[in-house]
């Protein structure tokens, strides 16, 4: 089935915070408990090549992640147990209004998550990452690297929260995320995942 079938489902989105070591290297972060998480809603997926966003954002960070699509309903699922409730991987970018931050608006603009095609069969812990704007390779990571596998988050996760069919894990960002500009192309591309890019515009 198509990314488009499973984000026609999503309820919620749940993000995940500094996750890659080199991210969390660069920014300075040393504490390993649980990681932190956030919400982003359904209205932010998108698979449009071109995407709008209000002049209010004022600006924009590009993130690229590996998203785990949920699908099956699971709640406390052991992480042995993890890929069976799982319909695949895409490539995100988890965008972020960070102009925002203050006040907690950050993650909860529509558009701000450009999703690509969905892949199945893939293992989540030997997948490359890269992100490109206009053409130049801004980060680059391994899923080894995570601090947090995918499937210890579902597993977490799901602890917290009951998972449905067609929710959506965003799991982390490697070092380096950039800022985008009105007509920057970002391309997200991996060898297990595909490739995917989009160009930002802001305004109608």
């Avoid at 309820?11 to 969390?24: D, E, H, L, M, T």
């Avoid at 690229?64 to 993890?82: C, L, R, S």
């Avoid at 989540?124 to 080894?144: A, F, K, W």
């Avoid at 380096?176 to 060898?191: A, H, M, R």
Wanted: charged share 20%.
């Amino acid at each position: 089935m198509s990314i488009e079938h499973w984000i026609s489902k999503t309820r919620k989105i749940i993000g995940v915070g500094p996750n890659f070591k080199a991210f969390r290297a660069e920014k300075g972060i040393t504490h390993s408990e649980d990681p932190f998480l956030f919400l982003k809603s359904p209205e932010s997926l998108t698979t449009d090549e071109h995407i709008h966003l209000p002049l209010s954002l004022s600006e924009i960070i590009c993130e690229v992640e590996m998203a785990v699509i949920i699908g099956k309903d699971a709640k406390h699922i052991t992480e042995k147990d993890v890929p069976s409730i799982v319909a695949g991987y895409a490539l995100v970018n988890d965008m972020t209004a960070s102009a925002h931050f203050d006040t907690g608006r950050f993650k909860m603009f529509d558009r701000l998550t450009p999703v690509g095609p969905l892949v199945q069969e893939i293992d989540p812990c030997d997948v490359t990452l890269e992100m490109r704007v206009n053409g130049v390779l801004v980060q680059r990571d391994h899923t080894s690297q995570m601090l947090f596998s995918a499937h210890w988050l579902v597993s977490h996760i799901s602890d917290i929260m009951t998972l449905r069919e067609g929710d959506i894990i965003l799991t982390g960002t490697p070092a380096n995320p950039q800022y985008g500009k009105d007509g920057d192309t970002i391309e997200l591309i991996s060898p297990q995942l595909g490739y995917t890019k989009h160009t930002i515009h802001w305004g109608p």
